[in-house]
Nanobody, 114 residues
Framework: QVQLVESGGGLVQPGGSLRLSCSAS????????MSWHRQAPGKERELVAS????????KYADSVKGRFAISRDDAKNTVYLQMNSLKPEDAAVYYC???????WGQGTQVTVAS
């Protein structure tokens, strides 16, 4: 049974940081590219960042370049999203995705407000 469980969301002030984690099980994590997506109310889900196997290729949406960093730990079957210099427009539900399926997590809420 495939499971992706996101954690680390919450309320943060503008300019603050959060680190999201996504723990995977039920598939071979090390051979799957992974990605983070987000969906704000009334908007379509969008790709935020992706990471290939062996972490050799990382890609980011223009809106988060230089502020967000995606990483993975294959020993822990976990993918991370470090989010710095957060802006109100970053507020959304963040989902991780395993590209091998694709498989989706249930999402974690990020709120950016003072």
């Amino acid at each position: 049974q495939v499971q992706l469980v996101e954690s680390g969301g919450g309320l943060v002030q503008p300019g603050g940081s959060l680190r999201l984690s996504c723990s995977a099980s039920g598939f071979t994590f090390s051979t799957s590219a992974m990605s983070w997506h987000r969906q704000a109310p009334g908007k379509e889900r969008e790709l935020v960042a992706s990471i290939s196997i062996w972490s050799s290729i990382r890609k980011y949406a223009d809106s988060v370049k230089g502020r967000f960093a995606i990483s993975r730990d294959d020993a822990k079957n976990t993918v991370y999203l470090q989010m710095n210099s957060l802006k109100p427009e970053d507020a959304a539900v963040y989902y991780c995705r395993g590209e091998a399926g694709p498989y989706w997590g249930q999402g974690t809420q990020v709120t950016v407000a003072s």
